[in-house]
C-alpha cells in the first residue's frame, strides 16, 4: 500500500511515427522528497522549530540547465509547496518554462538520497541560448476518484513541459529522468525547484533530429 | 511490484490511568485517500475550479476552491494549535467501516475535551528526516488522554495536514491517510493511546 509514481514516455520520429514506447517505474525518492513530506506537518512561524541546520538543495533555473544550489531556510521561514505558475509567472513564461516539473539528463548517477541534480542535465528551452530539446505546454487534468485506483496524470499537465521537441540536427539521448517540485521560501523569500526523484533509464532513449519524447508522469493510489 | 515511492505505518499503543501497557497494535497503512494526489496536483495548477474537502480552523467540514497559491504547511504545529487540536496531524475517530478512498474524513471524529465521549488532545510530536538514512522516514506522534469520566470506544485513525489559502490566510486541516483499527479498543478513564503514523520515502 503507498504512492506510486510512473512515467511514460514516448518518442516519435520526425514524421509522428512512435518507435518507442516504454512505462518506467519511478522509485527513487531523494532526501527533498523526505523533507518536503517533513514540511507538511511542521512548517510553521515560531521559531521554536528552527529549520537550521536543515538545507534544501534548490535549484533556480531561468536561462541554463538544473543546478544544485544550498538554500538554508531561515528561522520563522515557512516552505510552501505551490502551483509552480504562481511562482514562476504565467502560463507560457520563459521563466516557467525554465523550471521543468519534468527533468530530462543525458548521464548516469549512482542514487544517494542526497543528490539534489541529475548527472548531465539536458538544456529543456531558453530564449537566451541554443536549445536541445523545445518544450510543449499541455493542459491539466485533476485526480480521478476511482474506485479502487485513484491517479493523476500529468500528461495534461497545464504547466508541465511534456513534449520535447528535438530541433537540433544531431540525435538527443536521455538517460536520466526526474521529477520537480516547485517551492516558495518566506524567509529568505525564494521560489525555486527541487529534486524529488531520480531514476536512470536503461537502456537510454534517442531522440531522432525532427522528433520528439513525450513524457506523461502518473500518481496513483494503491 | 517494485517498492511504493510513499509507505505509511501506523502504531497505537493503549496504557491504563496507571501507565500500564494494556494494547498494542501496529500496521501498515492501508489507506492513502484522495484529498493526498489533490493535494499534489495542486502543485501543478493554478485557476483551478475543483475543490477540496476540508476542514476549518473552527471544525467546519467544507470545501475551498484551489484558486488561490495554496500549499502545504504546518498547522498541525502553528502555536495558536498545538495542543487540543482534532483537526490537524493525528486524528482519531470511533468509526469502525472500511475507509474510502474518496471520503475525506474520518466517519466519526473524536472531539477535543473532558465531556463524555472527548479526548484531550495533546502536541503532534514530528520526527525529522536524516539525509543519510536510506530510506528516509518521518514519524508523527499524538498522545490522547481519557479525561472524560468513562471510557471512549476508539475505531479509526487518521493523518491530516495543513492546507492555507495564501491570499485570505485561511487554514484548512485535508486528511490524507484513513485507517479502520483491526477492532475497536476501549480505552478507560484515566487511559491514554499513542498514535503513531511513520511516513517512509522509498529509493
Known amino acids: 500500500m503507498g504512492i506510486h509514481l510512473s512515467a511514460l514516455v514516448l518518442v516519435k520520429d520526425r514524421n509522428g511515427k512512435i518507435v518507442k514506447r516504454r512505462k518506467l517505474r519511478l522509485h ?56 509552480i505558475s504562481s511562482t514562476f509567472g504565467a502560463n507560457g513564461t520563459a521563466a516557467q518554462v525554465m523550471n521543468p516539473i519534468i527533468g530530462l539528463g543525458n548521464g548516469t548517477l549512482t542514487f544517494s538520497p542526497s543528490i539534489a541534480q541529475l548527472a548531465g542535465p539536458i538544456l529543456i528551452y531558453s530564449a537566451y541560448s541554443s536549445s536541445e530539446l523545445t518544450p510543449n505546454l499541455t493542459e491539466a487534468s485533476p485526480p480521478g476518484a476511482y474506485a479502487n485506483n485513484p491517479s493523476i ?70 | 511490484m517494485p517498492k511504493p515511492l510513499l509507505t505509511a505505518r501506523y502504531r497505537v499503543v493503549v496504557r491504563d490511568a496507571q501507565g500500564r501497557i494494556k494494547y498494542i497494535e501496529e500496521a501498515p497503512s492501508k489507506s492513502f485517500i484522495l484529498n493526498f494526489l489533490y493535494l499534489w496536483w495542486l502543485n501543478f495548477n493554478l485557476n483551478t475550479t475543483d475543490t477540496i474537502s476540508v476542514v476549518d480552523s473552527s471544525g467546519n467540514q467544507t470545501t475551498t476552491t484551489l484558486t488561490e497559491p495554496c500549499g ?36 466519526s471524529l473524536i472531539l477535543n475535551g473532558t465531556s463524555p465521549g472527548q479526548l484531550s488532545y495533546a502536541f503532534n510530536d514530528v520526527t525529522s528526516p536524516s539525509v543519510s538514512s536510506n530510506p528516509s522516514t518521518i514519524q508523527i506522534t499524538q498522545t490522547l488522554t481519557n479525561n472524560s469520566g468513562g471510557s471512549v470506544t476508539v475505531g479509526e485513525i487518521g493523518l491530516a495536514t495543513g492546507l492555507e489559502n495564501y491570499s485570505t490566510n485561511t487554514y484548512y486541516a485535508a486528511l490524507i491517510i484513513h485507517d479502520v483499527l483491526s477492532s475497536a479498543i476501549s480505552l478507560p478513564y484515566g487511559g491514554t493511546i499513542t498514535v503513531t503514523y511513520t511516513l517512509q520515502v522509498n529509493t
Do not use: C, K, R
Open chain 1, 153 to 222: 496524470s500529468y500528461a495534461s499537465f497545464y504547466f508541465s513541459p511534456a513534449i520535447f521537441q528535438n530541433n537540433t540536427s544531431s540525435t538527443v539521448t536521455v538517460s536520466e529522468l526526474g521529477w520537480y517540485a516547485a517551492l516558495y521560501l518566506t524567509n529568505p523569500v525564494t521560489s525555486f525547484n527541487t529534486l524529488m526523484t531520480h531514476d536512470n533509464i536503461s537502456p537510454s532513449i534517442s531522440i531522432a533530429a525532427g522528433g520528439t519524447l513525450t513524457v506523461t508522469f502518473t500518481v496513483e493510489l494503491e
Open chain 2, 72 to 107: 502545504w504547511w504546518g498547522w498541525a504545529n502553528s502555536q495558536t494549535t498545538q495542543v487540543g487540536n482534532p483537526y490537524a496531524g493525528i486524528q482519531v475517530g470511533s468509526g469502525t467501516s472500511s475507509p474510502s478512498a474518496s471520503s475525506p474524513y474520518l466517519e
Open chain 1, 28 to 83: 527513487s525518492a531523494t532526501y527533498q522528497f523526505a523533507q518536503f513530506m517533513y514540511e507538511m506537518f511542521t512548517a510553521q512561524v515560531s521559531p521554536s522549530i528552527q529549520y537550521s541546520p536543515i538545507t534544501i538543495q534548490g535549484m533556480a533555473v531561468y536561462t541554463q540547465a538544473p543546478s544544485a544550489q544550498a538554500l538554508t531556510p531561515s528561522a520563522g521561514g515557512v516552505l510552501y509547496l505551490v502551483p
